[in-house]
Nanobody
């Protein structure tokens, strides 16, 4: 059973960096394609990174490309999102998600989310 728990969110200033973690307490993260999503108030949830099961390939939308880096350590059942040069528009609740079928946009499991607030 996948049990995803995000951590690392907080209040930061424009230009700061932050690293989010997503731990699968079910211990099966290595079996899943993983992704990070975010949802800002009044906006739809959007994907910000999608990473293959072995971490060799990662997709980023243009909005975060060059600033965000996703990685995973399957031995620790953990996925990371390193965020740099943060902007006010990065303010959102960030979620990690797992897909058994590699369908990043329709994952099977979600974490509870962690709030990231970027203050100007």
């Amino acid at each position: 059973q996948v049990q995803l728990v995000e951590s690392g969110g907080g209040l930061v200033q424009v230009g700061d960096s932050l690293r989010l973690s997503c731990v699968d307490f079910g211990g099966t993260l290595g079996q899943y394609a993983m992704a990070w999503f975010r949802q800002a108030p009044g906006k739809e949830r959007e994907i910000v990174a999608a990473i293959t099961w072995n971490g060799e390939s990662v997709y980023y939308p243009d909005s975060v490309k060059g600033r965000f880096t996703a990685s995973r350590d399957n031995s620790k059942h953990t996925m990371y999102l390193q965020m740099s040069t943060l902007k006010p528009e990065d303010t959102a609740v960030y979620y990690c998600a797992a897909s058994a079928r590699g369908d990043y946009l329709r994952p099977d499991y979600w974490g509870q989310g962690t709030q990231v607030t970027v203050s100007s």
